[in-house]
């Protein structure tokens, strides 16, 4: 990627694996396996995700609902559903959602985001008795299941997980490519793949959520607001380079407002704040919602993990055996998750903990930099993320923002592999769409927080 002085990003393939880099996505745990030429999200329905509650239970697209009533004697405050999406992204249908019921976005609460292009079913709530209201709407691609009053509301993370159907098209038709395929299936199966954050966290056509929540915590405003709003992108809609340009070079509020689009909703909200008050750059990002500040903060937490991740395979350490200083976290019975229980390796417990992790009790974890983070708890990733933050220029002083406090980013820690449940080839067939080429059809379930995305990338490279 080339990057000028007036804040424009050009990318030369326009591919994701360029903009990957961007935001520390290189490594491959399947490097030894060629890829297959093939295409994802040729169409909406070719992306199917469900996500798996906290019981382990799958939504289901469809369903027969049956009426709760709301009831204060039984203390309700929420009302809980499955959210439906055709083709639209979380955020964006929950604008539509708080439009047509007149209550704040932020009184809507989801357990996870999901892919924009794709069928999914997620568990959401809203603050309040809105069981009646939800039952009569009627949106566009938006449809409500399991509507039910409950005490408490959805919370982000809340899920177990996710179980997806993909299908992937436009395969060359070669000799042996079925069981190269199934190789490479059983391998990942097997092996697992690095436990990136994907594009999706950053910006899929403008990967900066990251560069953005940085300037944030910086107190960088002005330089927010120009990432958000005036850098362009080549990945992105030429009509929307030409608005931002536009803008840069006139500076021109009104006119923009009228101009950009209802899809550059977040854009808009910013250039009308400082249409009345001018160059109140904290301003205007602070009227953003708090739950798209919070992810803009979350994204630079992400960008570090991969960062680090990255910087770890480079200095040919194993993401899979572990070495001195490494952390491992046990996994609950339930359902595999990691738990609070972690040990460093290279110690007593070090026979235990391989073990553990050949039996995928156990896994190697890395930090994610929040203001409750002691690196001393994590010898090896310490090392690597000061030599990041040194090379970019990223001073540690950053992790004692207030914002960590008040966005409640304490600090956690994530595993470096994810090991994919169910996987398997559903169909290899004929391609309906494109003549003369294969379609794959794969299922399987990740933990949450997880990338199906990154799953692909594994299998297309």
């Known amino acids: 990627m080339e990057r000028s002085n007036n804040n424009t990003h050009i990318f030369q393939n326009k591919n994701d694996r360029e903009l990957e880099k961007v935001v520390g996505i290189e490594v491959y745990s399947t490097s030894d396996f060629s890829g297959i030429s093939a295409i994802y999200k040729k169409r909406y329905k070719d992306f199917i995700v469900k996500e798996i509650t906290s019981t382990g239970q799958v939504l289901e697209i469809r369903g027969n609902d049956t009426t709760i009533n709301f009831s204060e004697n039984s203390k309700d405050r929420y009302t809980t559903f499955n959210l439906v999406k055709i083709n639209k992204d979380t955020f964006g249908a929950i604008r539509m959602i708080s439009r047509a019921l ?27 008795d809105q069981v009646e209201k939800l039952k009569k709407l009627k949106l566009k691609d938006i449809f409500f299941r399991g509507i039910a009053p409950a005490r408490k509301s959805v919370k982000l993370g809340s899920n177990r997980g996710n179980h997806f159907i993909i299908t992937l098209r436009n395969i060359d038709k070669k000799v042996n490519e079925e069981k190269r395929i199934k190789e490479l299936i059983n391998e990942l199966h097997t092996r697992g793949f690095p436990n990136y954050y994907g594009l999706q966290r950053f910006g899929t056509f403008r990967p900066n959520s990251h560069l953005i929540g940085r300037f944030i915590l910086e107190g960088e405003y002005k330089k927010a607001y120009d990432e958000f709003v005036l850098a362009t992108y080549s990945t992105e809609l030429p009509e929307s380079q030409l608005l931002r340009e536009e803008l840069k070079k006139t500076g021109d509020l009104e006119k923009a407002y009228t101009s950009f689009p209802e899809g550059l909703n977040y854009e808009r909200v910013m250039i009308k704040y400082l249409m009345n008050n001018s160059r109140d750059y904290e301003g205007a990002i602070n ?25 770890r395979h480079k200095n040919e350490i194993s993401i899979y055996k572990p070495i001195k200083g490494d952390v491992f976290s046990i996994l609950d019975d339930d359902n595999g998750n990691i738990t609070k229980i972690k040990y460093t390796y290279g110690g007593l417990y070090d026979e235990f903990l391989r073990e553990a992790n050949n039996l995928n009790r156990a896994r190697i974890v890395m930090p994610l930099i929040g203001y409750d983070t002691n690196l001393d708890d994590f010898p090896l990733m310490k090392s690597l993320l000061l030599e990041i933050l040194d090379k970019e220029q990223i001073s540690a002083e950053i992790f004692k923002n207030e914002l960590l406090y008040t966005y409640e ?10 090991k994919p449940i169910g996987l398997k080839i559903l169909e290899f067939t004929e391609d309906d769409i494109f003549q003369n080429k294969n379609k794959l059809k794969i299922e399987f379930s990740l933990q949450k ?10 299998i297309i490279k």
């Open 287 to 311: 009227h953003l919602p708090n739950y798209l500040i919070k992810l803009l903060i979350s994204s630079f937490q992400s960008y570090l993990f991969n960062k680090m991740l990255s910087l």
């Open 449 to 458: 927080g997880s990338y199906a995305t990154l799953l692909l990338r594994e």
């Open 102 to 128: 007149k209550v704040h976005p932020n009184l809507i609460e989801v357990a996870g985001l999901k892919d924009k292009r794709s069928i999914s079913v997620q568990k959401a709530s809203i603050k309040g």
């Open 409 to 418: 980013f304490k600090g956690s820690f994530r595993p470096i592999i994810v």
